[in-house]
Every structure is written in C-alpha cells, then in structure tokens.
C-alpha cells in the first residue's frame, strides 16, 4: 500500500470520528491500567459492568491488596479468566506500590515489567492515560491491518512495527482508536460490513462483500 492510500485511509477514519476515545470507563491512569488488564479476551462492556461496582470500593492498588484476592473475585467473576486476572491484579497492584509508590508509570519498560502487563496493555495505557503516540495491537488491529493492507505482517508486534512506521505523524496518537473501532464494529472477523466502510474503495481485501 503507498503512502498516498494510507494517508487516505486515515483522513476517511478521522473526518468519520474526529475525537476517538477507549471505551473503557475510568478516572485515573490506574483505573484505565486495571481495566485494559481485565480486558484480555473479554469485552469492554463486560469489564465496565464489573468495574462499576470494583472503582468505588477499591481504586487505588492500596485499596485492591487489601481486597486480596478472595475480596477481589466477587467484583470480576463475571469476566473470563477471572482467577487469573485476580492473582495478576493483586500482584500488580503491589509491585506498583512497593516499585512505583503507588503510581503508575509512563515507561512502556516500566509497565511491561508489571505482573499481567505485555505489550498491548503498556501501549494502550501510554496512548490513552499519556498520550503517548504508541500503537498497541489487538486482535481487532491485527485483523485490520492485515486485511487492508495497511500494515501487514504475521504477528502483533510486526504489524505494530509497521503502524508506527507508516502511519502519517499527525494521525499516530488517535490510530489505535480509529482501528480498533473499525475492526470492532465494520471490520469484523466473519463477515466484514464491507456496504458501511468509509474506506471500501481504498481497502485492498480481495474478498469484500459488496
């Protein structure tokens, strides 16, 4: 794909949402960080249902190592590997503590070093809590840049490579915003909404389906 095309691509995205925000709700950078953890394999409806009722008893890493692990379970038990993201979320909260006083930081080497943080967690707090030009990969990105021909490449980490490399200076800090949306309700995985695509004609997936 040129460069001519991307650019395209990415003015199409931004005239269709000129102020892209995650759907995740929060208030601090630390509330964004637990939620996006919460997040792996599940969805951010499921984790704002059951952040809900977690952030006003527990939104501080103090508040959550008090909880424990037990205490923390009842609030997440409705999203997947709940055991899991509680033992990683009590972990996290305390190397947060003893590491970071309590903060979290702005250093994606600092972030990936936090029990339960890789690489897509560190960039999307850095993008959003920061507002750092990082490009974190999901699925939903992974998809879209490999269907479009946008960006690429056989895994997440490539293909974040290549979004930063490609992608236009002024469109880098809001183009995870723009994809993950794109993947998630136009780009989908089984039947791409090909008929409601802003950027139909420029997308270089041969089998559309329109």
């Known amino acids: 794909m040129n460069p001519a095309k991307r650019l395209a691509i990415y003015e199409r995205l931004r005239e269709q949402n000129p102020y892209p925000r995650s759907e995740l709700v929060y208030r601090t950078p630390f509330e964004l960080l637990i939620a996006v953890v919460l997040s792996a394999q599940a969805t951010d409806k499921s984790v704002n249902l059951a ?45 947060l503590i003893e590491a970071y006083g309590g903060e979290v930081p702005s250093d994606h080497d600092a972030l990936v070093s936090l029990p339960g943080v890789g690489r897509k967690t560190a960039n999307v707090v850095l993008n959003v809590a920061f507002g750092q030009p990082t490009i974190a990969v999901d699925t939903h990105i992974f998809r879209v840049a490999n269907r479009t021909g946008l960006a690429p490449g056989r895994t997440p980490e490539e293909v974040e490579h290549k979004l930063v490399k490609f992608t236009p200076e002024q469109f880098r800090h809001d183009a995870h915003h723009w994809l993950i949306l794109h993947g998630r309700y136009v780009c989908q995985a089984r039947k791409p909404l090909c008929a409601q695509c802003v950027i139909v004609d420029l997308c270089e997936y041969r089998h559309k389906t329109v």
């Not at 008893?57 to 509680?86: D, H, M, N, S, W």
């Open 51 to 95: 952040t809900a009722k977690l952030f006003p008893v527990a939104r501080t890493p103090q508040a959550i190592v008090k909880l424990g692990e037990a205490g923390l379970i009842p609030y997440i038990q409705t999203i997947g590997l709940f055991r899991t993201k509680a033992k990683n979320v009590v972990a996290l909260c305390r190397r």
